[in-house]
């Protein structure tokens, strides 16, 4: 199976990264790409996509994942209809009961 990933390219505290077709089970920096279909710089927020090879991928069943996904419904890429985006993940405390917020207000001591 395909996946549609970024791979980080580029120096320390300057990401770069390439937007590549590649087999899922492989590890996103193995070096074994079927693709490269584009670029996208952080920095700059510069995209540069090949709208054309993204889309036949997808038409044969390349899984995006959810970061590439959200890059390409920015710019105007149709994903397919079987593409179900990750839930949104909430935060709970472990030990909600244990934060000051939650500890019963103690009453200022009355001087007399």
């Not at 038409?59 to 209809?81: D, M, T, Y």
């Amino acid at each position: 199976m395909l996946a549609i990933r970024m791979q980080r390219n580029g120096r320390a505290h300057l990401p770069v990264y390439r937007i590549v077709v590649q087999e899922s089970q492989r590890h996103p920096l193995s070096g074994r790409v079927v693709a490269e279909v584009g670029s996208y710089h952080p920095e700059t927020k510069k995209l540069v996509l090949d709208k054309e090879k993204v889309e036949f991928y997808l038409k044969n069943g390349a899984q995006p994942s959810s970061r590439v996904a959200l890059i390409l419904e920015k710019n105007g890429v149709k994903l397919p209809a079987w593409y179900k985006p990750a839930p949104k993940k909430s935060a709970k405390a472990k030990h909600a009961d244990k934060l000051r917020k939650n500890q019963p207000k103690e009453e200022p001591a009355a001087e007399a």
